[in-house]
C-alpha cells in the first residue's frame, strides 16, 4: 500500500483544504487520474494519483485544512478474495432497498448455507441509526479499509450444520477517518454540485433532511434549507459554521483561509510596504464605444468576446513604451529596480474564494484579437475558480476593472511584485462639453474615470502623469494609437 503525501503544488505554500474527493474507497486508480480537488492560498487545484492500484482509505475529510506533507489517501493494489471466502450477500438489482446510492460503499452480509445444493443466498442491507453506522464504519475501517471482496462458495467435504442467523451489519462511508469522527462529521450522501453549492451557500449537509434516492440530500434541499430560517448553535459560531443567519443571530464568524488569507496578507505587504500615490482621470471614451461596437461587427471577432477593457489592455501597453518604468519592480533586497522587458498583465478578478489576479503572458506580443482571446479564457477560468498558481505568478502590471459593479472608480492597492496598478471606472452616459468649429455646447457622451496607483519610491509624478495621460489619450481618440 502506498500513501499519496499533499505536496507543494505552489510556490513554498504549506498548507491546503481538501475540496472535492473525485474517488471513493475501492475505486481503481491509474497513475495521474484525477483523484481530489485542493484549495490552496492562491487556487483550486486538482491533483493526479501518482500510484496505481485501489484505492483503500481516504485519509482526510472534505474541508478539512492539512499541512503539506500529510498522508490523504492510501492506495494499493486491488486485493484478491481468499480462497473459500463465502459470497457477500449483497442486493445490488435494488440499491434503494440496500440504502445504496451510485458511489457509495456498501458492506453486505457474509451467510452460507452448508446444504446439498450449497448456494449462497442474497439479502440487502438495512440502515440504521447515524451513531450506529459511525461506529461500525470505525470498525469495518480498521480491518477492511478497500471494504469486503465476494467470491463463489467452494464445496467441502463435511456434513451440513444448521444457518446461523445472520446480524445485519451497518452501511459504511467511502470515507475511512485515520481519527474518531462525531456525529456531525458523519459523511453525507451528496453529488459534488450539491456539496458544492451548500459550501457556497454556507449549508451544513449534515443537518439537512435528504430526501434523495437512498437517503441523498438534493440540490432542492440545499436551496430549500438556504431560504428557510435557521439558528446556528454556540458552537458552530466559535467554529466558524457558516449556516445561514437564523432569527435572533446577531453574528456569523468566518474562518480565513486558502485565497481569501492569502489575498489578504499580500495586500497588507504591499500597503505598508509601498508608498502608494494615486491619481485620477475623467475622460470621454465615446469614440471607444465607437470603436468596440465597429470590431464585434467584424467576422474575425465574432467567436470572442469585445469589450472597452480589450481596448485599454492595449492602451496600458502602447503607453509603456513611452514610460517603462510603470512596468517595472523594486527589488528591496537587491536595493535595484528590475524593468522588465515584457508584459505579463493582470486583471484582478473576484471570485467566491476571493480575488485571485491571473495574468496574460507576454501580452506585448499579441494582436488586438488574440489579445481579446487571451482575456476571455482568463476571465472564464477564474470565474469558475480553476486559475492555476501558474497563472497568477510573474505579473508586471494590473487592471482592475471595477467599473461592471457600476463603481466610479477606488484607490486601488497594487499587487505585490509590481510597481503600478490601474483602475477602470463604470462607463456611464453623462453630460459632457463638446467644442465644435469653436463653439462649445453640452451633449451626452460616454465618460469613465481612470485612477492609477503607483510606487512613488522610484516612480515620480511626472512619469505617474504622463502614462495616465497617454492611456487616457488613446481612450478619448484610439486612432491616437498609431503615434505610439
Known amino acids: 500500500m502506498s500513501e499519496f503525501l499533499l505536496p507543494d503544488v505552489g510556490e513554498g505554500l504549506i498548507e491546503a483544504e481538501i475540496v472535492t474527493w473525485k474517488v471513493k474507497v475501492g475505486d481503481v486508480v491509474a497513475i495521474n487520474d484525477i483523484v481530489v480537488e485542493i484549495e490552496t492560498a492562491k487556487s483550486l487545484v486538482e491533483l493526479p494519483s501518482p500510484?496505481?492500484?485501489e484505492v483503500t482509505a481516504l485519509m482526510v475529510a472534505e474541508g478539512d485544512t492539512v499541512s503539506v506533507g500529510t498522508p490523504i489517501i492510501a492506495i494499493g493494489a486491488p486485493a484478491p478474495a481468499p480462497a473459500g471466502a463465502p459470497e457477500m450477500e449483497i442486493d445490488l438489482s435494488n440499491p434503494a432497498a440496500s440504502g445504496r446510492v451510485e458511489?457509495?460503499?456498501?458492506?453486505?452480509?457474509?451467510?452460507?448455507?452448508?446444504?446439498?445444493?450449497?448456494?449462497?443466498?442474497?439479502?440487502s442491507v438495512t440502515?440504521?441509526?447515524?451513531?450506529?453506522?459511525?461506529?461500525?464504519?470505525?470498525?469495518?475501517?480498521?480491518?477492511?479499509?478497500?471494504?469486503?471482496?465476494?467470491?463463489?462458495?467452494?464445496?467441502?467435504?463435511?456434513?451440513?450444520?444448521?444457518?446461523?442467523?445472520?446480524?445485519?451489519?451497518?452501511?459504511?462511508s467511502e470515507f475511512v477517518p485515520a481519527r474518531a469522527l462525531s456525529t456531525g462529521e458523519v459523511r453525507v450522501l451528496a453529488k459534488p454540485p450539491v456539496r458544492k453549492l451548500a459550501k457556497d451557500l454556507g449549508i451544513d449537509?449534515?443537518?439537512?433532511?435528504?430526501t434523495g434516492p437512498g437517503g441523498t440530500v438534493t440540490r432542492a434541499d440545499v436551496e430549500g434549507a438556504a431560504s428557510a430560517p435557521s439558528v446556528v448553535e454556540p458552537d458552530e459560531r466559535q467554529r466558524g459554521g457558516g449556516t445561514s443567519p437564523g432569527v435572533g443571530q446577531r453574528e456569523t464568524r468566518e474562518p480565513i483561509k486558502g485565497v481569501r488569507k492569502m489575498m489578504a496578507s499580500a495586500m497588507v505587504g504591499s500597503a505598508f510596504s509601498a508608498p502608494h500615490v494615486t491619481e485620477w482621470v475623467t475622460l470621454d471614451v465615446t469614440r471607444t464605444m465607437e470603436l468596440v461596437d465597429r470590431l464585434k461587427a467584424r467576422r474575425e471577432f465574432r467567436d470572442v468576446k469585445v469589450s472597452p477593457l480589450l481596448v485599454l489592455a492595449?492602451?496600458?501597453?502602447?503607453?509603456?513604451r513611452r514610460t517603462p518604468e510603470i512596468n517595472s519592480f523594486w527589488d528591496e533586497s537587491a536595493q535595484e529596480v528590475v524593468l522588465k522587458h515584457y508584459v505579463n498583465l493582470g486583471i484582478a478578478a473576484a471570485t467566491p474564494r476571493g480575488l485571485v489576479v491571473p495574468n496574460v503572458k507576454d501580452a506585448q506580443d499579441l494582436t488586438?484579437?488574440?489579445?481579446?482571446?487571451?482575456?476571455?479564457?482568463?476571465?472564464?477560468?477564474?470565474?469558475?475558480?480553476?486559475?492555476?498558481?501558474?497563472?497568477?505568478?510573474?505579473?508586471?502590471?494590473t487592471i482592475t476593472n471595477v467599473g461592471v459593479f457600476g463603481v466610479d472608480a477606488g484607490t486601488p492597492i497594487i499587487n505585490p511584485g509590481e510597481s503600478a496598478i490601474l483602475c477602470f471606472g463604470a462607463i456611464k452616459k453623462q453630460p459632457w462639453v463638446v467644442t465644435t468649429d469653436g463653439v462649445d455646447e453640452i451633449v451626452a457622451r460616454h465618460v469613465t474615470t481612470l485612477a492609477l496607483s503607483f510606487d512613488h519610491r522610484h516612480i515620480d509624478g511626472e512619469k505617474g502623469s504622463r502614462f495616465l495621460s497617454d492611456v487616457a489619450g488613446i481612450l478619448e481618440d484610439p486612432a491616437s494609437a498609431l503615434l505610439f
Open 51 to 53: 500510484f496505481a492500484g
Open 103 to 123: 458511489g457509495e460503499s456498501l458492506v453486505g452480509r457474509n451467510k452460507a448455507e452448508r446444504g446439498p445444493q450449497r448456494r449462497a443466498r442474497k439479502g
Open 127 to 172: 440502515p440504521s441509526s447515524e451513531a450506529a453506522a459511525n461506529t461500525q464504519m470505525q470498525v469495518q475501517g480498521a480491518f477492511a479499509p478497500g471494504g469486503a471482496q465476494s467470491q463463489d462458495v467452494v464445496p467441502a467435504d463435511e456434513p451440513a450444520v444448521p444457518a446461523v442467523p445472520a446480524v445485519e451489519p451497518e452501511p459504511v
Open 205 to 210: 449537509l449534515a443537518r439537512l433532511t435528504a
Open 314 to 320: 492595449r492602451a496600458v501597453m502602447l503607453a509603456m
Open 368 to 397: 488586438l484579437l488574440e489579445l481579446a482571446g487571451e482575456l476571455n479564457q482568463l476571465t472564464a477560468t477564474a470565474r469558475e475558480g480553476r486559475t492555476q498558481p501558474a497563472e497568477m505568478s510573474g505579473g508586471t502590471f
